[in-house]
């Protein structure tokens, strides 16, 4: 923006208000004319004016049905990206590791596509099970058995291993050690959740060595690469996806979709208007496409197709 | 070369062999992204260069540091407005015909009307908008807020002003 204009504040105002009139009766006679009395009386009135015309021009170039849900839905995502500032500033701060490089969920081992689900035997005997959009490599040394997971979340089980190899899930955010177990990892962006089904396991993070948290069957808990989560209860359907299912008690209907937008292609999205509802049930993943229909039986929402890779659901 | 743009050079100089490493160190922690970074860096210098205040500068950390959080804040205003705008272009029933050129005139435009209601309470923006954009009257607005007519219009006026205020001529 420039610095201060010559025109003054007033003459703006005036400008403004001007403005607003026509803007109600744009066709009174005695508006208009005073109006054009006004214009004529001071040069720097037609100089505000020009202005008033010019704010009109742009204004006109935006398409209204997305002019103010565009103005408004920015200022809501800066509010969210001050707060994701300050969490970056305590956050991560250092360099950026091989593990952020997007590459690295290209050229990994095994990987599962939306939607995708696939279960691996391990070269041990035991299991491994890939839920929806996965990537890792598998790394059995002498030393360690090692699963590297990029992105995505995974269902464990592990074997007994004759040479007695510690096992281990590395993510970007640190580590977690099974000790004899089953257990489910997820990563994300900026943490790593575990929930422990048997046994148990240990977790640290990248950036506290120190650290050593073991996590009980039953519990949950989420990390970063410098911060531990406090221990929650573990959800006992969290590992219905395993069954293709997703099973929920009292959610936000704005969590329900982000967690269903997972196992599907394209972009879903849910207003703000009812990200608020609450909702419970089981749901089928393999037919999300089913799952939006018939969320209009049990909640005022409707699923608004704008293409086939955009999906919003919307009050009804 | 006239002898005070030599020393505005040097100046130049010396500010950056001092501070560019800090800056985008700087930059980095907060943008965790090095290319994006530098890049940062480098218009802050440029900023600073173009702005012919080089001589006049003080206290280089706090000034070189305003500059690019100045930049940062573009950034993510640019960022938000995009996304918003694709979200809002979603959410339509009907789809839209946009050209590229359009969508970039479109985005411009919504980024200096953004920026022209910086600092108006949410109220103020909203009934700006509200008249602007979804063509409600007064008195539709006056109903919808649970507001006096007067009211509105006392923002609105409000918001005009500040738009008229900061508008190239």
């Known amino acids: 923006m420039q610095p201060p204009r010559p025109l003054e504040h007033d003459i703006l105002e005036a400008a403004a208000r001007w403005y607003a009139d026509l803007h109600i009766s744009p066709d009174c006679p005695d508006t208009r004319k005073a109006h054009q009395q006004w214009l004529a009386s001071d040069p720097r009135h037609r100089q505000a004016w020009a202005r008033v015309e010019k704010l009109q021009h ?30 970056l500033l305590v956050g991560t701060g250092g360099a950026m590791s091989a593990w952020h490089l997007p590459w690295y969920d290209w050229t990994a081992d095994q990987r599962t596509a939306t939607g995708e689900r696939r279960r691996i035997r391990l070269a041990d005997g035991g299991h491994l099970e890939l839920n929806t959009n996965t990537a890792l490599d598998i790394r059995y040394s002498e030393q360690w058995r090692e699963i590297r997971l990029y992105s995505g979340e995974i269902w464990i089980e592990t074997a007994p291993d004759s040479l007695a190899r510690p096992f281990i899930v590395n993510t970007a955010q640190g580590r977690v050690q099974a000790l004899g177990t089953r257990f489910l990892v997820r990563t994300e962006a900026d943490k790593t959740s575990v929930g422990v089904l048997q046994h148990r396991v240990a977790i640290q993070p990248t950036a506290l ?92 929402v409707r699923p608004l197709y704008f293409t086939r890779y955009w999906t919003r659901l919307v009050a009804r | 070369m ?47 260069i173009t702005s012919r205040q080089v001589g006049q500068v003080q206290q280089p950390k706090a000034y070189l540091g305003n500059i690019a959080r100045g930049l940062l804040i573009d950034r993510y205003r640019r960022h938000a407005l995009e996304q918003a705008y694709l979200e ?50 007064y008195v539709q607005i006056s109903q919808r807020l649970n507001i006096s007519t007067n009211t509105v219009r006392k923002h609105f006026v409000q918001a005009l002003t500040q738009c008229l205020l900061l508008i190239e001529d």
């Not at chain 1, 742009?58 to 994701?84: F, Y």
């Not at chain 2, 809002?88 to 359009?102: C, D, K, N, R, T």
């Open chain 2, 88 to 137: 809002s272009l979603a959410a339509l029933p009907e789809p839209l015909e946009i050209s590229s050129e359009q969508r970039l005139m479109i985005l411009e435009t919504l980024l200096e009307i953004d920026r022209m209601l910086d600092g108006l309470s949410e109220r103020t923006r909203t009934i700006f908008c509200m008249t602007q954009f979804d063509g409600l009257s």
């Open chain 1, 209 to 300: 060595p120190e650290a050593n948290v073991q996590l009980e069957a039953g519990q949950y808990l989420e990390f970063s690469a410098r911060h531990i989560g406090p221990i929650q209860l573990l959800d006992r359907n969290a590992d219905a996806w395993t069954r293709d299912m997703l099973i929920i008690n009292d959610w936000r209907l704005g969590d329900f979709i982000a967690e269903l937008s997972r196992y599907r292609s394209g972009h879903l999205s849910c207003d703000p208007s009812v990200a608020e509802l609450r909702i419970s049930g089981a749901f089928h993943l393999k037919n999300t496409d089913l799952v939006l229909e018939n969320l209009s039986g049990t909640l005022p």
């Open chain 1, 58 to 87: 742009k204004l006109g170039i935006l398409p209204t049905p997305i002019a103010h849900p565009s103005l408004r839905g920015a200022q809501l995502r800066r509010r969210e990206m001050l707060k994701l500032c300050s969490l």
């Open chain 2, 2 to 48: 006239p002898v005070s743009d030599i020393r505005e050079q040097q100046t130049v100089d010396s500010l950056y062999r001092q501070h560019h490493d800090w800056l985008k160190a700087w930059l980095y922690k907060r943008l965790a992204c090095s290319a994006t970074a530098a890049d940062l860096a480098h218009d802050t210098f440029l900023r600073l």
